[in-house]
């Protein structure tokens, strides 16, 4: 097969993290088909900058799928719960956060798997990370090795095709420091990224939730600013 | 734990088989929590058997989650292809049938998975049949098996809890016939359930689809008459 013509499908959120996963596919040399969640969240900037980082990567498609998840409940993300702010890291990494979408890593590499399917892809890419979100289950190796698995059970194409399922992470041993380092050597502009829980009204960054938090740290230990626009 | 509080997530279609698992977990003393997609169907029938079949086995709870995958492309549940009538069972079993949906049981599962452990539920109920599916990888007992050890890695209540997730596949291995009569001995009434790809607009079978073909053989072989009204 045709390096030039793989495809891989790339799990885009607009954050920081799937703007580096989408350069690190196209330099790779994959064509790159986009997917984003529209799963009932709580402001729109997610999705704008998605769109932003898509067109800034020349996707070649970019589709958003509503999953809209509010039935279940359970996610600062999906209902009307207070975004926590200002924890310290042994907060952040003590248990589950609020803001954590139950079986949400799961659900997105489903439906990437079910699209792949339809263009021929074999590869995935999402931008999972084991040590920022180390409490999170589906953020592991063990879970992207038992999702690879499952892949080529699932589908014609595992069980039959010459070739197998990928499931690209490629961030999940980095810290926030290496991902920026990462992105930057290849291109991306981060102003287009958005990262925050709670921004204003006008799409400006909080500062304060676990995200902004995070995002701050690591462009502080790269040295470097943050291009985003922050709440004074 | 208390066998009588044990929660359990069913996938229900509105089919023939969703009905008997529902039954089949009833049976087996589980608390019914039954999970249902709005994924852009051509008709609205198979929901509407949904809901009275769930009302049927008395769930404690029935959501319907919408998930358009049209944005796919694919299939003829999903698009507007003609559904294919009156095929032999060698070309229904032969490679995979354009009514298939891609990934669907694993973003079903994953989907199931997510609200299981909002609701404190270890296991999953779904109606997958490696008999008369025998094209569909995701119907085979190594994808169910496969999708539990996936559960296991994902979830918090996997990894840390006491208790590991179980899929049950109760059909798995069973012929059309044998889940009748199963679901006989349970008191499911199947002239709630709906099983055509293709009905008139008055919710009245086709007769001639797959899944019609599939459904009068099993009642015929049963030696009993299919509830179910059909177009002259």
Not at 66 to 91: C, H, M, N, Q
Request: glycine share 8%; charged share 20%.
């Amino acid at each position: 097969m045709n390096v030039e013509l793989r495809r891989a499908v790339v799990l885009v959120s607009g954050g920081l993290d799937s703007a580096t996963i989408l350069a690190i596919a196209r330099d790779a040399g994959f064509r790159l088909y986009a997917l984003s969640f529209d799963y009932g969240q709580r402001h729109r900037f997610e999705l704008e900058a998605a769109h932003r980082v898509c067109e800034a990567a020349q996707v070649e498609r970019h589709i958003t799928v509503p999953l809209d998840l509010r039935a279940f409940g359970g996610s600062a993300l999906t209902d009307d719960i207070a975004v926590p702010k200002d924890r310290s890291e042994s907060e952040m990494s003590d248990g589950i956060p609020i803001t954590y979408v139950p079986a949400r890593n799961t659900i997105f590499l489903s439906v990437a798997l079910g699209w792949a399917e339809v263009i021929g892809a074999m590869d995935l890419f999402i931008g999972v990370n084991a040590v920022d979100y180390s409490g999170y289950p589906d953020c592991r190796p063990e879970f992207i090795a038992a999702f690879e698995r499952l892949a080529n059970l699932a589908t014609k194409a595992g069980v039959e095709g010459a070739k197998k399922w990928t499931v690209h992470a490629p961030l999940v041993s980095l810290t926030k420091a290496d991902i920026i380092r990462r992105g930057l050597t290849l291109g991306v502009d981060y102003a287009l990224t958005h990262s925050c829980y709670d921004p204003d009204s006008q799409g400006r960054s909080c500062g304060h939730c676990d995200s902004c938090q995070l995002r701050l740290k690591g462009f502080a230990e790269a040295g470097l600013t943050d291009p985003a626009t922050y709440v004074l």
